[in-house]
């Protein structure tokens, strides 16, 4: 059975940082996108960032562009995203999820998801 499992979310102030893991287990690594999305309450879920793990190509949503990075490391089948000059409006539950699709896809055709964490960033 497919696993992914986010981890690093927290409580941080404006300007702070954090980095979010994403670990999957039962997956063909290379094969997957993994995807960083994010759902703020009463808010539709966007997508963030993309990692494809078999050519290292990344997307990044607009408004994110040189505030957040993501990396993998495939020996270890995680991925990264290093968020950075975080903002209140960064607030929301961040989920991973891995697809055998392009980055960028919607996020309703993605295959797996992880159990989301929470990034809280107050003002």
């Given at each position: 059975?497919?696993?992914?499992?986010?981890?690093?979310?927290?409580?941080?102030?404006?300007?702070?940082?954090?980095r979010?893991?994403?670990?999957?287990?039962?997956?063909?690594?290379?094969?997957?996108?993994?995807?960083?999305?994010?759902?703020?309450?009463?808010?539709?879920?966007?997508?963030?960032?993309?990692?494809?793990s078999?050519?290292?190509?990344?997307y990044?949503?607009?408004?994110?562009?040189?505030?957040?990075?993501i990396?993998?490391?495939?020996?270890?089948?995680?991925?990264?995203?290093?968020?950075?000059?975080?903002?209140?409006e960064?607030t929301?539950?961040?989920?991973?999820?891995?697809?055998?699709?392009?980055?960028?896809?919607?996020?309703?055709?993605?295959?797996?998801?992880?159990q989301?964490?929470?990034?809280t960033v107050?003002?």
């Amino acid at each position: 059975e497919v696993q992914l499992v986010e981890s690093g979310g927290g409580f941080v102030q404006a300007g702070g940082s954090l980095r979010l893991s994403c670990a999957a287990s039962e997956l063909t690594f290379d094969d997957y996108a993994i995807g960083w999305f994010r759902q703020a309450p009463g808010k539709e879920r966007e997508g963030v960032s993309c990692i494809s793990s078999s050519d290292g190509s990344t997307y990044f949503a607009d408004s994110l562009k040189g505030r957040f990075t993501i990396s993998s490391d495939n020996a270890k089948n995680t991925v990264y995203l290093q968020m950075n000059s975080l903002k209140p409006e960064d607030t929301a539950v961040y989920y991973c999820a891995a697809g055998l699709l392009l980055c960028g896809s919607s996020w309703w055709v993605w295959d797996y998801w992880g159990q989301g964490t929470q990034v809280t960033v107050s003002s």
